[in-house]
């Protein structure tokens, strides 16, 4: 009684190997082997490096809004005014964030005063946004206190101001030279509110790597601040830090409650969420539909898996016909095929893996080469809102594209693998 040979025995593989380096004028389609592996290389290096780049810059937009923006920031409820005004500053700001602080998961809460004006120097000019904030608070911000470049002594924050580089830039500014700010909303005279012009030294310069933070941000001394836009005594938010920023939503009613507490002002929270939600959105969306379209380019890459498999099944005909005679089933027969695509799929996909892995690893190098070659200009920070191309290789990532890469090459190699098995022996031998 003869005994069956189990499923991919050492004669399958065997067989398929001699099929896939057989050269065409053998019967083989080595050719088109290549191009099946390299197109397969090529689209999985593709999805991989598409990935990564795509969870770099969301990682590294996230961190530069994490580590120079509050976390939640609390503001007053409007108050309105007999004149119909609005009023929305904090009068107890002091209290207010000290009960906030004490927040469980709260790292610092931090009066703040916000306003706008324009700002001059060298006969140039700029419009800037001003933050009053204390120095303690101004050093708990990473990226300020912290950043990649960075001028001067974030120390002498009190003997002037701190302004991004992007300020610096197109003002003609370095550190101990003058800026001088310009306030519509200035002093009130009997002849209507004047002007506010007042000049300040530049103290600390730094690159928080945001292209609109560094462009347009200039930090003040905050009682400096409450005496410049005239907000003597009071404070017009509060800017809470948090150790775990992913769970700041849940935390707002704690802050809110905290905020409330002993007579406090009816409070509003605003999260890094709500000031950044809609675009973080669309960076998803956008994640997924270059998952979708890239998959597609897989598909494509593995159906010339098809295409080689079904040349060699014509070509091999006869060796098929041989094969059944002499007693091969028609389950190794279709093994022995299905080796050769699912071989083609695997090794593309492990170099494609390569490549994707090393291009995420050196995109420095490799941009600056492109953009050596294009001639600079290839990122423009003023748009994306960083300064370089990042990657973030993530295991995620690499092993959804293995993934998909291994099971459309494993699908579309199981019906040219079929048609050879069931192919009749009498048939392919018949002319021969």
Not at 184 to 201: D, H, I
Not at 350 to 361: H, P, Q, R, S
């Amino acid at each position: 009684m003869s005994r069956s040979a189990p499923p991919f025995a050492p004669f399958e593989w065997m067989i398929a190997w001699r099929y896939l380096r057989a050269r065409r004028a053998e019967g083989g389609v080595s050719v088109m082997t290549w191009i099946s592996l390299i197109g397969v290389a090529l689209a999985v290096f593709a999805l991989i490096a598409t990935l990564s780049v795509r969870a770099g810059f969301r990682a590294e937009f996230v961190d530069t809004i994490l580590g120079a923006n509050a976390h939640v920031t609390i503001y007053a409820q409007p108050q309105y005014s007999e004149t119909g005004g609005t009023d929305r500053s904090i009068t107890e700001y002091a209290a207010m964030a000290g009960r906030i602080a004490a927040v469980p998961g709260v790292t610092h809460a931090a009066p703040l005063i916000k306003g706008q004006v324009m700002a001059s120097a060298n006969s140039y000019s700029s419009g800037v946004e001003v933050f009053g904030i204390e120095a303690a608070d101004l050093e708990g911000l990473p990226r300020i206190a912290s950043p990649d470049q960075s001028f001067g002594d974030i120390a002498d924050f009190g003997n002037g101001v701190a302004i991004g580089s992007g300020v610096a830039r197109e003002l003609g500014l370095a550190i101990g030279d003058q800026i001088k700010l310009i306030s519509p909303e200035g002093v009130k005279t009997a002849f209507g509110t004047s002007p506010r012009v007042s000049s300040y030294p530049v103290t600390y310069i730094f690159t928080a790597g945001r292209y609109d933070i560094d462009r347009t941000r200039l930090y003040m001394p905050f009682a400096e601040a409450q005496s410049y836009f005239n907000r003597e005594g009071r404070a017009d938010e509060i800017e809470v830090m948090v150790t775990d920023p992913e769970r700041a939503d849940v935390m707002v009613p704690a802050l809110l409650d905290a905020a409330e507490a002993e007579g406090g002002p009816v409070a509003l929270a605003w999260t890094w969420r709500d000031a950044s939600g809609s675009f973080l959105r669309a960076l998803d969306m956008e994640d997924n539909v270059m998952f979708v379209i890239l998959s597609v380019l897989v598909l494509i890459a593995s159906m010339n898996i098809v295409s080689g498999l079904i040349m060699l099944v014509k070509n091999k005909g006869r060796d098929i016909g041989i094969l059944r005679t002499m007693g091969l089933s028609e389950g190794s027969v279709l093994r022995v095929f299905f080796i050769c695509g699912a071989s083609t799929g695997i090794i593309g996909t492990i170099a494609g893996v390569v490549l994707g892995c090393l291009f995420a690893i050196y995109i420095d190098p490799i941009f600056s080469v492109v953009n050596f070659v294009s001639g600079g200009g290839v990122w423009d920070p003023s748009i994306r809102g960083i300064y370089e191309l990042p990657a973030k290789l993530q295991l995620g990532d690499v092993l959804s594209a293995v993934s998909l890469s291994l099971f459309l090459s494993f699908v579309v190699t199981i019906f040219p693998a079929r048609r050879a098995a069931r192919m009749n022996p009498v048939e392919a031998l018949r002319y021969e």
